[in-house]
């Protein structure tokens, strides 16, 4: 598995994870869901990812996304 697949797998389950607490516990958990798109969206301008940067260093093979 590639570190692009790893992180849009990590960012849809956090995603899905805070809109499900966001619905079941506090409407602040939507603040989580909205972070990890602003940082999507970051990532896609500037091709920065502090997630793929830790995958990168335990050694994970790089995908087409993050180099």
């Known amino acids: 598995m ?5 992180v849009l797998a990590f960012a849809g ?5 805070g ?4 619905v079941l516990v506090s409407p602040w ?6 972070f990890v798109g602003l940082n999507l969206l970051q990532s896609a301008f500037t ?3 502090p997630l793929a940067r830790i ?3 335990f050694g994970f ?7």
């Open 2 to 6: 590639t570190i692009d697949r790893i």
């Open 13 to 17: 389950t956090v995603v899905l994870l």
């Open 19 to 22: 809109l499900l607490l966001g």
């Open 29 to 34: 958990w939507l603040l989580l869901a909205a």
């Open 47 to 49: 091709g920065f990812c």
């Open 55 to 57: 995958l990168k260093s």
């Open 61 to 67: 093979k790089p995908g087409a996304a993050f180099c």
